[in-house]
Structure formats: structure tokens, C-alpha cells
């Protein structure tokens, strides 16, 4: 499985991946797309209704003031009689001026309500119009001069109606605007999701070799756009792969070549070791110095050998029902049978059947490195426990070294990692030991960490999955 | 420091490398065994025709006719328990090798001191075998006493390991007997043998015993706890 595969690309908080800000700048281009719409709705259509309200005003101004001329020569009706007479929409007022005397149909409008640049401009005989506000109300003031000296005719026409239908076309044009926003935002963010799946494979792939998958390649398949960079990207996989593997199979070739030489010298040795008793001192101890050589020689040969072979990907892991406890207590005794003493084994009750799934060459391996680790580099081995958890059971191996430091944990498990003050003692391991150790506990599906042991030293804790309630081996 | 009570098992070591060859070859004789050295597989094959031998110890990598093929040509001529010695722990040298016949393996670098533990738990016979009654398991007869298992009379041709594979599990018959059991009764190891072993080892059997190996009744497999000879 990729690393990436989990992680959601755009959480708020936290720079924003490609696809976030694609999605951002998807969002951002509707919603100014949107309001520019909006905006030019607005202009155009508020215009439009003004000008033919306008238009309508006006004729009916008009229409009307025609009719008060004619009312007026005809002399029959008094003023105030005939402006109530004349046809007019619901809220319209008229006013009429003669000779400097006002009449209107309102109680509200009368011509103070007028403002005077409109009725200056109409007594000398332009017809206008203006907006005015009465009471916080809108209306649209016309003048129409009269034949008449100083006569005119005007009528006051609401246009209430109109700004709420421009209230009500600017709010929808608004919500439009603001519901632009998460919408396309949503639209984006699935949208971009096919577009940029090339992109995902690309990490994907890039991390699944960074995580040490060597095979992992792009396939470009139903996706044309991906064929150029799926090409190279794969061939540079290839080539990286090629050579890793080249690499790792030259460390096993080397270490393999070594392994007939080192049966001839650990078997001479082991002859003249017989008649060790019957050297002088210098040649004991010659004897002694070749053989603790031979002995880390062999195992710097075999931990070599073990980690380029994981490394050319030949993981021949052989997974069965392990006791773990007995595979400890075995390896403490293997420990104490080589002249390393003894030391306690603290098995937990519900620990004592528990089985774990591992590949036993490999966990014994682990167990020996870890316990050969706390010989040579942490002062000699203190304790060793085995614990047991819901789904998962550990070995804890501390030593009696001064532990390592915080900052030091993650590099213990690296190649040739030393600790910093560690100066090459006789009895130093290959450098190899914990590189190997973690690699093997991940391969079964494990984990290992280093924490402080109680009495000061470091504290290496395997963990290795174990299934819930399995208590009893046959 | 000869073991004084050898009793003088003959080991044939079948090894290219010269050098191995004689500090192996000096090692055992120490321990008390008697040690014939081939440089290749065909003087090896030569060696064997020659005198009867406890052990082989065979190289794998051989120039020539290389190990497998060496083991495969010692079993069709002989029940002589075969330690073969492999440069590779990978899984497949190792299955390859007990396919072929071996009965055990050891890996680069050995330590022969070791090894004559080995040579000492595959030459033995099996345990208390005189005391053992025989068994017979549908047309299959197995003698302890006397080292054969016959079916209708006639031998049936089992390796020494094969043979104290099957009495061991007649001994217990109708109990399951674990890998790891498996392991300490037939190879003398302790936990830390190699449950390979056994598997391959039942596979070669039932080759031999099974009337339809793919459908054992005479070893048949307990689902993650061993194997068992029912009643």
C-alpha cells in the first residue's frame, strides 16, 4: 500500500496540495465570473425597467396634462374637481399650478414636496422630470407646462414597486453570487479529482520506491496524458532498481565468496584452539586476538550476506506459530552456553503460551542480535522480559549501558550506525546487527523501538503481532 | 581427543574445496569417526560403491555433477543418511536439496565439532526400536524391531530419517506429533531446527507409502499442529 493513499490532500490548515488550489483558483474564477454576470444583470435590467417606467410616466403626464388643458378652457369644474377626474395609476398624485396657485390630489404632495430646480424648469416651460423622496418614500416627480402663463401640470408617480423589484432582483443576484462560491468550489474539488489522478500515480509510485518497493512502476494505461512521464519516470525506476539490485547482489557475491574461506579458518582455528594449552602466552594470545577476529569476521560475513539478500528482494520469509517464549528462553540459554552468563528471563503469566506468527530463523536472529547488541555496546545484558498485549506480544531486552540518547534512537537502527562515543573494542559487532533487527521485525509485520531501561540503560522492545486469545499451542 | 567409545562410523565428505575438505576431514576423525574424503561427485558415487558408509556429507555447489544430482544418484542406490552442505540458506537450495534426498542440512560456515553432532543423531537407529511392537496401518506393515515397513510383504524402500519419521509417528499412533516433536525424535534438535524439514520429509514419504500421496490417510496433516498416523 502507498503511504499517500490515506492522506487527504487538502485538509483546511496546512499548505494546500495542487489539487486545493486548483479547486481555489476554480472557485475563485466562478465566483468573479459570476459577479461580473451579476453585476451586468443588475445594470442592464435596473436601466431597462427605469427607462420604461419612465416612458410610462410620462405618457400618462401627458396624456393627463392634455386633459387639464382641455379642463381648463372648458370652466365647468373646479380645479381640485378636475384633477380628481383624471385617470391615473393607484399612488399617483397631480398637482396643477395656475398662476402661482396649487391644487393637488394628495394630502402628502403638495409643491413644497417639488424641488424648486424642477418646478423653475417647468414654468418656463421645459417639460422635466426628477426623483424625489417623500417620507423615505421614492417617487418620480413630472413637470408638463400648461399653454397658460405660469400653468403647469404635475404628477408625482411612486416608484415603490420598482425599487423592490430591484431589492428583490438584487438579492437574488447576490444569493446567486454567494451560492456560486461552495458549489463550484465542490464541483472543482470532484472535478479535479480524475484530472489530477495522474499526478496521484506519480507519488504514489515515487513513494512506494522511497519506502523501498523497487518494482513499484507508473502504469499509463487509460491515461494519455501520463505516457510521456509514466516513460521516463518508469525508466528511471528501472534503472535505480537495476542498480540497487546490482549493488545488493554484489554484497551477497562478496559475502558468499567469504563464506567457504571463513568454514577453512573457523574450523583451523578451532584445531589449533585444541592445543591451545600447550602454547606460550604470546602465541594464546595471538590465538585468542585471531579468534575473536574470525568470530566478528563471521558475523559481519553473515549479517552482510542477510541484509543484501533483503535488499535484492530475495525475502524467503517463512511465516508459522512461534512460541515465543521458548525461542527467547532457547537463545538466553544459546547466550549462556558461549560463556555470556545468564540472565533472568521475566515471562508475564499471560505471556507464557503465547504464539506469535513469525519466521522463525529471522526472529531468532533478532534475538540474537539484539542480545549480542547489549553484550558489546551497552554494557552486558540486565534483562530480558516477554509481555503480552491484546493483539500483539514484545520481547523487552534491556542492557547496562548508559542507554541512548533521545536524539540517537532513530539511528541505532541504520547501517553501521555507532554510538557516538564508541571507539572499535575487540568485541564490536559488524554495525550491522540492529540495521538487521528492524528490517526483520517489519518483514514479519513487527515493529522495534528503544526506550530507557529502568536502571538507566537502553531498552529495545520488539513488537510483533500475535492474534487475540491464541493462549494455547498444541 | 578422540571419543574412545567410537564406534567408528564412516563418514564420506564429498567437497571440492580442498581446504574444507581436510580441516573437516581432521576435525571429525577427532571425533572419533572415520572420514573418507571425494573431491567430486563422481569420485564420490565411486567411494560409495565401493564399502558402505553411515553418513555423506556433500557439498552442493560441485563442479561437474553438481550436488542435487549427486543426492538424487545416492538415493537410487542407497538408504544412506545425506548431510548435504549448502552455501545458501535461501529457501530454495534448502528445499531443493531434501527434494533431492538429503536428509539434513548445514550452512557456510559450519564449525565440524557441530557437524559430529549431526552425523552422530542421523546415524543413530531409532530409539528403543527393539522394544517397539509393529504397527500396521491399512496394508502398510512397519517394523521397528528390524527396520522395514512392508506392504503385502514386499519392502517398501525408506531412507534411515524417512523410516524414523514414520516409526516415531507409529509409536504415538492417533497422536498428534508436532514439527518441533518431529524435529528432537528424528533429527536430535533442539527448538531450533528447521520445520522444513519435516514437511519435506512427509512429503517424501507419503511418496513412498501413500496409495494417492495428495490424499493421505496413512500421515496426514492436523491443521497448524503437526502430523499424525491415524488409529
Not at chain 1, 442 to 456: C, F, H, I, K, N
Not at chain 2, 62 to 81: A, H, K, M, N, Q
Not at chain 2, 186 to 210: A, C, P, Q, T
Request: proline share 5%; hydrophobic share 45%; net charge negative.
Amino acid at each position: 500500500m502507498s503511504p499517500t493513499a490515506g492522506r487527504r490532500p487538502w485538509p483546511l490548515g496546512g499548505p494546500p496540495s495542487l489539487r486545493g488550489r486548483a479547486t481555489l483558483a476554480l472557485t475563485a474564477v466562478a465566483v468573479v465570473l459570476t459577479t461580473a454576470v451579476a453585476v451586468g444583470v443588475w445594470v442592464f435590467a435596473t436601466q431597462y425597467l427605469l427607462y420604461t417606467r419612465q416612458n410610462v410616466t410620462l405618457g400618462q403626464a401627458v396624456a393627463n396634462a392634455s386633459l387639464v388643458q382641455r379642463g381648463l378652457s372648458a370652466e365647468g369644474l373646479s380645479r381640485p374637481q378636475l384633477l380628481s377626474q383624471l385617470p391615473r395609476e393607484t399612488g399617483s398624485v397631480s398637482l396643477l399650478v395656475d398662476d402661482g396657485e396649487w391644487s393637488t390630489t394628495s394630502l402628502r404632495i403638495g409643491q413644497e414636496e417639488l424641488p424648486e430646480a424642477l418646478r423653475s424648469a417647468v414654468r418656463e416651460g421645459t417639460p422635466s422630470r426628477q426623483r424625489i423622496t417623500v417620507d423615505g418614500e421614492p417617487y418620480l416627480a413630472v413637470g408638463v407646462p400648461l399653454a397658460g402663463l405660469d400653468e403647469a401640470y404635475f404628477e408625482v408617480f411612486p416608484l415603490r414597486e420598482l425599487d423592490s423589484t430591484f431589492e428583490v432582483l438584487g438579492v437574488l443576484l447576490g444569493l446567486a453570487v454567494l451560492a456560486v462560491a461552495p458549489v463550484s468550489a465542490a464541483v472543482g474539488w470532484w472535478v479535479t479529482r480524475p484530472a489530477l489522478r495522474p499526478l496521484d500515480r506519480i507519488s504514489a509510485a515515487a513513494a512506494a520506491i522511497a519506502a523501498g518497493d523497487l518494482g513499484a512502476r507508473i502504469d499509463p494505461r487509460g491515461d494519455p496524458s501520463l505516457a510521456p512521464i509514466a516513460a521516463s519516470f518508469n525508466a528511471t525506476a528501472a534503472a535505480l532498481e537495476q542498480r540497487v539490485r546490482a549493488d545488493a547482489r554484489f554484497a551477497s557475491d562478496v559475502s558468499h565468496e567469504l563464506r567457504s574461506p571463513l568454514t577453512t579458518m573457523l574450523n583451523a582455528m578451532a584445531l589449533v584452539e585444541a592445543y591451545a594449552d600447550d602454547l606460550p602466552a604470546d602465541g594464546r594470545e595471538g590465538l585468542a586476538l585471531l579468534r575473536s577476529e574470525v568470530l566478528d569476521f563471521e558475523r559481519l560475513v553473515a549479517d552482510l550476506l542477510e541484509i543484501s539478500r533483503t535488499d535484492a528482494g530475495n525475502t524467503d520469509l517463512v511465516i508459522e506459530d512461534v512460541r515465543l517464549a521458548a525461542l527467547v528462553r532457547e537463545a538466553l540459554t544459546r547466550r549462556a552456553a558461549t560463556g555470556g552468563g545468564s540472565v533472568d528471563l521475566t515471562v508475564r503469566a499471560d505471556a507464557a503460551d503465547t504464539v506469535v506468527r513469525a519466521d522463525k530463523r529471522r526472529l531468532e536472529r533478532v534475538l540474537r542480535n539484539l542480545i549480542d547488541n547489549a553484550d558489546t555496546h551497552g554494557g552486558g545484558l540486565t534483562a530480558v522480559s516477554v509481555e503480552r498485549s491484546p493483539d500483539s506480544a514484545c520481547v523487552v531486552v534491556d542492557d547496562a549501558g548508559p542507554g541512548i540518547p533521545a536524539e540517537e534512537r532513530a539511528a541505532v537502527f541504520e547501517r553501521f550506525a555507532r554510538g557516538s562515543g564508541s571507539t572499535r573494542a575487540s568485541s564490536d559487532g559488524s554495525g550491522l546487527g540492529l540495521s538487521l533487527v528492524s528490517r526483520h521485525v517489519q518483514l514479519m509485520g513487527g515493529s522495534v523501538l528503544v526506550t530507557d531501561a529502568p536502571g538507566g540503560g537502553a531498552r529495545f522492545v520488539v513488537r510483533l503481532p500475535a492474534d487475540a486469545g491464541t493462549g494455547q499451542h498444541p | 581427543m578422540g571419543s574412545p567409545g567410537s564406534t567408528g562410523r564412516a563418514v564420506l565428505i564429498i567437497e571440492d574445496d580442498e581446504r574444507i575438505r581436510r580441516v573437516v576431514s581432521i576435525t571429525l576423525r577427532r571425533e572419533g569417526l572415520e572420514v573418507i574424503e571425494a573431491g567430486s561427485g563422481e569420485e564420490g558415487l565411486a567411494r560409495l560403491a565401493e564399502r558402505p558408509f553411515d553418513i555423506v556429507l556433500l557439498d552442493l555447489m560441485l563442479p561437474g555433477r553438481d550436488g542435487f544430482e549427486v543426492c538424487r544418484e545416492i538415493r537410487r542406490v542407497s538408504t544412506t543418511p545425506v548431510i548435504m552442505v549448502t552455501a545458501r540458506a535461501d529457501s530454495h537450495d534448502v528445499v531443493a536439496g531434501l527434494e533431492a534426498g538429503a536428509d539434513d542440512y548445514v550452512t557456510k560456515p559450519f564449525v565440524a565439532k557441530e557437524l559430529s553432532a549431526r552425523i552422530r543423531a542421523l546415524a543413530r537407529r531409532t530409539r528403543a526400536s527393539g522394544a517397539r511392537p509393529r504397527v500396521v496401518v491399512g496394508d502398510l506393515e512397519i517394523a521397528p524391531a528390524d527396520g522395514v515397513v512392508t506392504r503385502d510383504g514386499a519392502v517398501v524402500p525408506l531412507t534411515k530419517t524417512e523410516f524414523k519419521l514414520l516409526a516415531e509417528l507409529a509409536a504415538e499412533r492417533g497422536r498428534v506429533l508436532s514439527r518441533e516433536a518431529l524435529l528432537e525424535r528424528v533429527w536430535g534438535y533442539d527448538y531450533f531446527g528447521d520445520s522444513r524439514l519435516v514437511d519435506v520429509h512427509v512429503r517424501r514419504l507419503r511418496k513412498k507409502v501413500e496409495a494417492d500421496p495428495a490424499n493421505p490417510t496413512i500421515v496426514t496433516t492436523v491443521r497448524g499442529m503437526g502430523y499424525r498416523l491415524p488409529e
